[in-house]
């Protein structure tokens, strides 16, 4: 190396290699690094991506709960009119003319004494626990439809149900009878909450996003407080209607005999016998006419006619008041092609028996 | 002193070709640092996504109006006649075609929320008045003064009649977006100058199709990171 550097010719050649040494390790520096950034660039991006990244992640997800509290709402609006209108009770079909859910059954017994008297089934809905099926039902089909057209997919049949009015309270003092007590605020309201078992899962690239899709929704039909009011008016109108049309409006219901039908002449076994007897006679051959008491076995008939009363009751409200006409609760579909505002109305069916007179004995 | 022709020789030729790599190197290191480049540059150059965050706050906004309740009905009839002035100039709506299609279909809007509203019109989407009604109803809920009141005040009063309302379009049917010319049903108010930003979200229908809500945002300077 001395002698290398000593020399004029060595001390060029020397120069010369170490350049070439020099230029070759900032090339392989060069590349390096830019392999290095490109290696970074590719897993980190760009300052904020991840960051970015997250909050799209986060967006799509509250697109998806968007729409689910928007069809939740919209399934809560459909559900409470099918339930209103089939009686609070879960069944297919509604607002057919004779297809009233019947919530008494009237009938004629026989009593002690030869007559029979009048007595009433009633099968007053016991709560609201159907209104599940119905929600259920309709929120499950605007689930799928959202599915179809969308890469994050919200799980379907995924909810515990709560139905109740905002500010229902629970516990020991609220509880007596099986009714909870209200914080005053929010009245004649309903308040569904839907508590989600399964998470929407949005994954994009390096991001999995988990959240439950659970939802609360109101409704400004107060469900549960009408379903009180309905069964305590349907109470007191059993045997007391006799025809058909508008019956007034009772604590913010407008009611209405819907359908109207009274079938007398039904008969009434009684259980008790009893004789039948008219008189037989006979002219003789000497002209003369004699009678004799005949009788025959019979039994007790109470004739009764039998009632059938189609009712329903309307949502009154201010708001919904056209020129010329009541304003009642409505929403609108299009469910059958066809746009339609449907009014909200309890419909229910009442049947009871009148007796009519006093029993006759007629032939077996 | 002087140098001899042959002094210049390859070990100094060497020498100016080494400097120069470094100095090639120095400048990729300032370029790299951001040196010598305006904000947009870095920002392009490091990937600052401020387009994206435009976007997510198009997002958020569409979903708080979607969330926005209906006032009543006299509340909300009065904010149609002040909108109808109010965007005169425009793209103007007809009010009373609006207000007599409300009438007919109170139950559109008493007691809903505007995602509610959007949803219940796309029912009546064959009324030709409904388009009137979406853009009363968008202008009435969601007008404003497009200036701050400080502004306006700095300003002696000059700027007290500028209103802005969102642009906001339908599109019947579930997509993840649309654009110009084929949206259902437009509400468009006072055009707001800046970088824009689009929102779209779902909304179920009745029938189960589904329809889509797009905001275009133009709030210059709104969504960009600060320095």
Redesign the interface.
């Known amino acids: 190396m001395k002698k290398l550097i000593g020399n004029r010719k060595g001390?060029?050649a020397f120069?010369?290699i170490l350049?070439i040494i020099?230029?070759s390790v900032?090339i392989l520096i060069?590349v390096g690094l830019t392999m290095k950034y490109n290696s970074l660039?590719n897993t980190i991006?760009?300052?904020?991506?991840s960051a970015?990244l997250i909050?799209?992640t986060y967006?799509t997800a509250?697109?998806a709960l968007?729409?689910l509290d928007?069809?939740a709402?919209?399934s809560m609006q459909?559900a409470i009119y099918d339930f209103a209108c089939n009686g609070f009770k879960l069944e297919s079909g509604c607002g057919a003319p004779d297809n009233y859910v019947m919530w008494s059954r009237g009938s004629a017994v026989p009593a002690a004494g030869g007559y029979c008297t009048a007595s009433v089934d009633k099968k007053l809905p016991g709560d609201y626990s159907a209104f599940e099926g119905y929600f259920t039902g309709r929120l499950d089909?605007?689930i799928?439809?959202?599915n179809k057209?969308?890469g994050v997919k919200l799980p379907e049949d995924n909810y515990e149900l709560r139905l109740g009015r905002p500010g229902e309270l629970k516990g020991e003092l609220c509880a007596a009878g099986g009714e909870g007590c209200f914080d005053g605020k929010n009245p004649g309201e309903l308040q569904l909450v839907g508590v989600a078992q399964k998470p929407v899962v949005v994954e994009d690239g390096r991001v999995r996003y988990e959240v439950l899709p659970s939802f609360r929704e109101n409704s400004?039909v107060d469900l549960t407080g009408d379903f009180g009011k309905v069964k305590a008016k349907a109470d007191a109108l059993i045997g007391n209607i006799r025809n058909e049309g508008p019956i007034g409006s009772y604590e913010g219901l407008g009611w209405n005999v819907e359908k109207y039908s009274k079938a007398c002449g039904r008969a009434c076994n009684t259980g008790a016998s009893c004789k039948v007897c008219h008189d037989e006679c006979e002219t003789g051959s000497d002209g003369k006419r004699t009678c004799r008491q005949v009788c025959y076995p019979g039994e007790w008939i109470h004739y009764y006619c039998d009632v059938t009363a189609g009712m329903g009751a309307r949502i009154i409200?201010e708001?919904?008041?056209?020129?010329g006409s009541e304003?009642y609760?409505?929403?609108?579909?299009?469910?059958g092609?066809r746009?339609e505002?449907k009014e909200y109305k309890y419909r229910f069916g009442l049947n009871w028996v009148e007796m009519q007179g006093a029993p006759v004995c007629v032939l077996i | 002193m002087t140098r001899k022709k042959a002094q210049f020789g390859l070990d100094t030729l060497l020498s100016y070709l080494l400097f120069g790599i470094f100095l090639v190197f120095t400048m990729i290191a300032l370029t790299l640092s951001g040196c010598g480049s305006n904000r947009h540059k870095v920002e392009r150059g490091i990937g600052v996504d401020d387009g994206g965050l435009a976007n997510l706050m198009a997002s958020e906004q569409l979903s708080a109006y979607l969330a926005t309740g209906i006032p009543e009905k006299d509340v909300l009839y009065k904010r149609v006649d002040a909108a109808e002035r109010m965007f005169a100039a425009g793209t103007p709506f007809d009010s009373r075609k609006a207000k007599e299609f409300l009438d007919r279909h109170p139950e559109v809007y008493a007691g809903r929320s505007y995602a509610e509203f959007v949803s219940a019109i796309y029912d009546y989407r064959d009324d030709a008045a409904v388009n009137d009604a979406f853009d009363a109803v968008t202008k009435a809920v969601f007008y404003r003064q497009l200036y701050s009141k400080s502004v306006r005040d700095a300003n002696a009063g000059r700027l007290d009649g500028i209103y802005y309302s969102p642009q906001i379009s339908v599109f019947y049917g579930m997509q993840g977006r649309f654009y110009y010319g084929s949206e259902d049903l437009v509400s468009s108010g006072l055009r707001v100058s800046g970088a824009g930003a689009n929102a779209f979200r779902q909304l179920p229908t009745s029938d189960m199709k589904g329809l889509t809500v797009k905001l275009e945002s133009r709030m210059e300077g709104a969504s960009q990171p600060l320095p």
């Open positions: 001390a060029d120069t010369f350049t020099a230029v900032l060069l660039a991006g760009g300052a904020g991506s970015s909050l799209s967006d509250d697109g968007l729409y928007n069809a709402s919209l459909g089909q605007q799928a439809a959202y057209g969308s400004d409200d708001n919904y008041k056209k020129s304003g609760k409505a929403f609108v579909t299009s469910e092609g746009p505002a």
